[in-house]
């Protein structure tokens, strides 16, 4: 099996595992007082958190999952949307060379997670649409 790996500095342990068991539907795989480890089957993914004091820059434009369909989208979106989370939907749009249904939701430090699927390549791009 093949895992897609993000290890996350995060400023509270509690906080962004309550967000990343919400956003992934999961429980941790491991934890411990200073590392919580995610891992998931759809998409293959290992995801840990590490608390550090500061989070702060941005090394990270966003992160994404990429789905395949419209559909598909609706669903982890209306699932979100039960467990409180606010999401941002963009139907319809030119992001990325591409139009794509999408929405955004944002974890405890910041960082914004696009769902998303790709209908089909676009000749032009919106400047702003891949800033998160």
Request: proline share 3%; aromatic share 12%.
């Amino acid at each position: 099996m093949t895992n897609v790996h993000i290890g996350l500095n995060v400023r509270d342990l509690e906080k962004s595992k309550t967000f990343y068991e919400n956003m992934l539907g999961v429980t941790p795989a491991k934890e411990k007082h200073d590392y919580i480890k995610f891992l998931t089957a759809d998409p293959n993914f290992n995801l840990t958190l590490t608390p550090t004091e500061q989070v702060e820059g941005n090394q990270i434009n966003h992160f994404g999952v990429q789905l395949e369909s419209k559909e598909e989208v609706t669903k982890h979106k209306e699932r979100l949307e039960k467990v409180g989370f606010f999401a941002r939907e963009e139907m319809d749009t030119t992001c990325c060379y591409a139009v794509q249904d999408k929405f955004w939701v944002t974890d405890p430090d910041g960082n914004e997670w696009e769902y998303f699927y790709t209908k089909n390549d676009a000749e032009e791009t919106n400047d702003e649409c891949c800033a998160g």
